[in-house]
């Protein structure tokens, strides 16, 4: 007869299982979800405190684009937009880029004049230059020098006159000088010691000196009579009775009573162009630049303005001014 197994539970742990009822045990609380803001969590961690300054709002998203800023302009017809300006009496137009930007270089190359530095200094032999007259002293007790080169010379010092020639062009509103005219010129330079710099010069003053071959005479004062409508010559005992008063006379510069012997003479030197700049007038410079070239023109043959060998083309009012003084009334007048 087989045995029964007996199963015994005595050497197990009883399970202590919860009991149903509401008193033997409590149940577990469920952890209340915290929610940002809610003050009334006591549970919650302590949230950190927000940066109490004031934020910058974005740039990019609150910046709006530039609008141009436009100017307002009148059309005015009793208003010229053209200026002269009082320091180099060049004339322009105000308001325009590209005439603005032309007056304030050449305004600075009138009043203060061009450099001469190391640059021109290094082609003195090639260019041939030559230095006429040294230590040069002036009414003011500055000393310069006189330096002289033909006027068609190129490389540094042809590209330097090249400028000076366009300032002085636009200073005395002429025309620039031909080629033909340069191969038969000079250029003589003033040159002072620059206050900037020990190795450089400025170039105050210039005188082109021509070579030419025939120039008319100045008519002076007493032959010119001025009667109401005309000018004319106050010799009339040559005159033929078909002939008219203001045929016998050129008039070069009427404003200023300038008139000249339609007859030409032989002259053989020309000046075309005579500038000094504007700071350093009433110097001598005109004087010494004229009586230079008067004297080293021509090789071994000085020339004399009082025996009528010099001529200046049309002169201005300042131009004039030191004809006179310079030639005592004997200088001539030419066409270019």
């Known amino acids: 007869m087989a045995s029964k197994i007996k199963r015994t539970y005595s050497s197990r742990s009883k399970l202590s299982l919860p009991s149903s009822s509401p008193s033997s045990s409590p149940l577990p609380t469920k952890r209340k979800l915290s929610i940002p803001g809610d003050e009334t969590d006591e549970n919650a961690p302590p949230r950190k405190k927000l940066f109490a300054g004031k ?48 007056h304030r270089a050449h305004c600075i190359r009138v009043q203060r004049g061009m450099e001469w530095g190391r640059e021109e200094e290094r082609e003195v032999e090639k260019a041939g230059v030559d230095e006429v007259e040294c230590s040069v002293k002036m009414k ?33 509103a002429s025309p620039p000088l031909t080629p033909a005219i340069l191969k038969m010129s000079k250029a003589y330079l003033f040159l002072i010691p620059s206050l900037t710099s020990s190795r450089r010069e400025k170039i105050v003053g210039c005188v082109i000196a021509q070579r030419i071959s025939t120039a008319m005479t100045i008519a002076t004062p007493e032959a010119v009579v001025t009667t109401p409508g005309q000018l004319y010559a106050d010799d009339r005992s040559s005159m033929t009775p078909t002939s008219s008063p203001t045929t016998r006379l050129v008039a070069v510069d009427a404003s200023t009573g300038l008139f000249c012997h339609p007859s030409p003479l032989p002259t053989p030197l020309g000046i075309p162009r005579l500038f000094v700049s504007s700071a350093h007038r009433r110097q001598g410079i005109a004087t010494y630049l004229l009586t230079a070239a008067a004297a080293t023109f021509v090789h071994g043959c000085p020339l004399d303005p009082l025996k009528g060998e010099i001529a200046f083309t049309q002169p201005t009012g300042a131009g004039s001014a030191v004809m006179h003084s310079w030639g005592k ?3 001539r007048i030419y066409e270019e």
């Open 329 to 331: 009334g004997r200088v």
């Open 140 to 172: 003011d007790g500055k000393k310069g020098r006189i330096i002289c080169f033909r006027a068609d010379v190129g490389g540094r010092i042809g590209s330097k006159l090249s400028i000076l020639l366009e300032t002085i062009n636009l200073n005395l």
């Open 55 to 102: 934020l910058k709002p974005s740039t990019k998203a609150i910046a709006k684009p530039k609008q141009k800023s436009l100017t307002q302009l009148h059309f005015s017809l009793d208003t010229s937009v053209l200026r002269t300006c009082p320091l180099c009496d060049l004339s322009y137009t105000k308001g325009a880029p590209d005439d603005e930007t032309l």
